[in-house]
């Protein structure tokens, strides 16, 4: 539905119970987007993080015909996790995806992770969190858990997606 309203590129990533790369559904939606747009550009997200080995799953996901692996390295951040984005800059640099550093990446670690790694590309939400317009707020309880809260909203952050910008450029 994307690509047929004009978007450019798709991005997914199927696993099986196991926590491998699902090949063959991986497969089946290969073909299906390449059947409405041969040349679009498809990623594989982060659920490459999520698997027994980043490695050998970038493996599977390279001779499946993705063109990009969004990946933190297996770590919380890629900050965490740039030793392994470096492994996979480095086995793909002639022929391959095109590894995509994403996960906690700002204004602070962008340039140390892009010269560590070896990266052409980096992802980042550059988002923050805004108050939301709530006025009454039931303080008894939290619908999400964690650092979660009903009383805000990530937006993505204009001056944080310029200076990421501005820090790419200048490198």
Known sequence: MCLENGGDGIVFGCLTELGTVDVSACARLISH????KPDCPITFHRAIDMTPSVIEAAKQVYKLGFDRILTSGGFQTAFEGRHVIKEMVEMFKDDGPIIVPGAGINKDNLVQILEATGAKEFHGSASIKVASNMKFMNEKLSLGG???SEYSIKMTSVESVRALCQLFKKR
């Open 33 to 36: 987007v390449r059947a409405i």
């Open 146 to 148: 964690g650092d979660c």
